[in-house]
């Protein structure tokens, strides 16, 4: 079982900047692929961006392209979303999302491919 911890949320102004940060409680999670969700009250669940497991394939959603980054330290077992830009819709509760893949397995843009999620963290920007 891995257990997925997302910290780094908070109150930011539009154009501000956040990182989220996504760590696992296994070194296994560097065997993951993995993906960040978000879900605005009363919305359902969206995909914002991904990760493979070598950290060569990256995917984000078209409404935050050019505004996030996705990345990840094997060495601390985390993966980032750095948020720059930030708008009143990017408010939501921002989820982490893991699954074990071989090496080259691009991420799915899909929730349900995910194994293990995180708890998530609260992002809100005020206009």
């Known amino acids: 079982q891995v257990q997925l911890v997302e910290s780094g949320g908070g109150l930011v102004q539009a154009g501000g900047s956040l990182r989220l940060s996504c760590t696992a409680s296994r070194r296994s999670f560097n065997e993951f692929a993995v993906g960040w969700f978000r879900q605005a009250p009363g919305q359902e669940r969206e995909f914002v961006s991904s990760i493979s497991r070598n950290g060569r394939s990256t995917d984000y959603a078209n409404s935050v392209k050019g505004r996030f980054t996705v990345s990840r330290d094997y060495d601390k077992n985390t993966v980032y979303l750095q948020m720059t830009g930030l708008k009143p819709e990017d408010t939501a509760i921002y989820f982490c999302?893991?699954?074990?893949?071989?090496?080259?397995?691009?991420?799915?843009?899909?929730?349900?491919?995910?194994?293990?999620w995180g708890q998530g963290t609260q992002v809100t920007v005020s206009s």
């Open positions: 999302a893991g699954r074990r893949t071989i090496l080259t397995v691009s991420p799915d843009v899909q929730a349900d491919w995910y194994t293990y």
